[in-house]
């Protein structure tokens, strides 16, 4: 389910589309919110290059909102369902969850637009 060569794979670690060899951030921290987006201009092993055309990553906004939704439901169905917290107390926990994950929100969305347009290749790993 997350071998190399699966999109799944790219996707959850932040690897190249292309090889999945490295890491297409600066920094494998999300929390260190200076740098939380700040990617490499390519792959230092296949020289793919991450930006396609300029302003590429204002797409990824488009995926936040799902990726956000899916995060502020199992936070709703833990409060509420698990724990049996009160309407008041789900609502915080939403919001707390939001605040607490969206530097790994904005991650998740880049990865996988940037994976709609580019696929693995296996003849990219062997070079």
Request: aromatic share 16%.
């Given at each position: 389910?997350?071998?190399?060569?699966?999109?799944?794979?790219?996707?959850?670690?932040?690897?190249?589309?292309?090889?999945?060899?490295?890491?297409?951030?600066?920094?494998?921290?999300?929390?260190?919110?200076?740098?939380?987006?700040?990617?490499?201009?390519?792959?230092?092993?296949c020289k793919t290059k991450y930006k396609i055309?300029?302003?590429?990553?204002?797409?990824?906004?488009?995926?936040?909102?799902?990726?956000?939704?899916a995060f502020a439901t199992a936070a709703f169905?833990?409060?509420?369902?698990?724990?049996?917290?009160?309407?008041?107390?789900v609502f915080i926990s939403i919001i707390a969850?939001?605040?607490?994950?969206?530097?790994?929100?904005?991650?998740?969305?880049?990865?996988?637009?940037?994976?709609?347009?580019?696929?693995?290749?296996?003849?990219?790993?062997?070079?």
């Amino acid at each position: 389910m997350f071998k190399k060569g699966t999109k799944l794979y790219s996707i959850l670690t932040g690897t190249c589309p292309k090889c999945h060899e490295e890491s297409m951030f600066k920094n494998k921290n999300p929390y260190i919110l200076s740098q939380a987006l700040s990617m490499h201009e390519h792959c230092s092993h296949c020289k793919t290059k991450y930006k396609i055309e300029p302003s590429f990553f204002y797409g990824s906004m488009y995926v936040s909102y799902p990726v956000g939704i899916a995060f502020a439901t199992a936070a709703f169905v833990i409060s509420f369902f698990v724990f049996k917290a009160s309407i008041h107390i789900v609502f915080i926990s939403i919001i707390a969850t939001l605040i607490v994950c969206m530097p790994i929100i904005l991650r998740l969305s880049r990865n996988i637009w940037i994976n709609f347009f580019m696929s693995y290749d296996k003849s990219l790993v062997k070079k």
